[in-house]
């Protein structure tokens, strides 16, 4: 990770990348760091990736705290969102509600309690975060050219829109997610802050090829650009909407899958 400058996109923001302790998560925190935010670092279990995203994150002269929480639970998710708020001396000037899980499960065996596993990590975490963000984000003035409020990211998926199988609860949490950053968009312009989602496609990790050899090169034949997605492509896309760049974006759903949604399906 590079130093940042004044000049960098989100130089002076305060930012809280929730599940950040690995995977895309860890992308997020590192971009927005390497941009110049000071960035909170949420977990629920991944703590040691949690700490070494943060540690890397300060040894590159950056500002960073870990955060630990269940945001299954409300209470857990307004506690997290005013810690950040409160390590960043009253301020925060971006949420990335990236937390979630993608369990596989056939729809014909799913029980109401796996359901809610899904739901429950993936959207109450989307809301209850949101809403403890914006409280803090309307009355403040922001750094920057986009003036007071803050900006909200979550991230949803390309699987709101097409569904795979076996992912039922999944896909249709983040539709909602997607729907919710909409609604949330509508109800919080007023007050200067934008809310908008991210929809990846696959995005590599450790262990990916050898885990889903088949898919990973069905993926890698099929997509325009020939390759999966890294962590660091959804941190690119976050911390453009972010910054400055996006001032007049909101409410938008940002397909970030090298092209994959293109193609036809027939």
Not at 17 to 33: H, N
Not at 116 to 138: G, I, K, Y
Not at 188 to 202: A, D, F, M, W
Request: proline share 4%.
């Amino acid at each position: 990770m590079s130093s940042v400058s004044s000049a960098s996109l989100l130089a002076g923001q305060v930012a809280l990348v929730t599940g950040a302790g690995g995977g895309i998560g860890r992308g997020i925190a590192s971009r927005f760091a390497a941009e110049g935010a000071a960035v909170a670092v949420h977990c629920r279990t991944s703590d040691e990736g949690a700490r070494d995203v943060a540690a890397r994150i300060e040894e590159s002269g950056g500002r960073a705290v870990v955060l630990r929480g269940d945001l299954t639970v409300e209470d857990e998710c307004r506690r997290v969102v005013r810690e950040a708020a409160e390590w960043g001396g009253g301020r925060l000037d971006a949420l990335v509600n990236n937390a979630g899980v993608q369990p596989v499960q056939e729809l014909a065996r799913m029980t109401a309690a796996d359901w809610r596993a899904v739901v429950d990590t993936n959207l109450l975490s989307v809301f209850a975060c949101t809403q403890a963000a914006a409280e803090v984000m309307r009355e403040q003035q922001g750094p920057g050219d986009c003036g007071g409020g803050g900006s909200v990211t979550h991230i949803a998926s390309i699987e709101a829109a097409h569904p795979a199988p076996g992912h039922a609860h999944y896909s249709a949490s983040k539709a909602a997610v997607v729907t919710h950053a909409r609604s949330a968009a509508l109800e919080y312009g007023p007050y200067g802050i934008r809310v908008n989602t991210v929809s990846p496609g696959l995005v590599d990790r450790d262990g990916l090829a050898d885990d889903w050899p088949e898919g990973v090169r069905r993926w890698q034949r099929a997509a325009p650009v020939g390759r999966l997605g890294r962590p660091e492509d959804i941190g690119d896309a976050c911390v453009f909407l972010a910054s400055r760049l996006a001032c007049w974006v909101s409410g938008h759903d940002l397909v970030v899958d090298g092209g994959m949604s293109a193609r036809p399906t027939w």
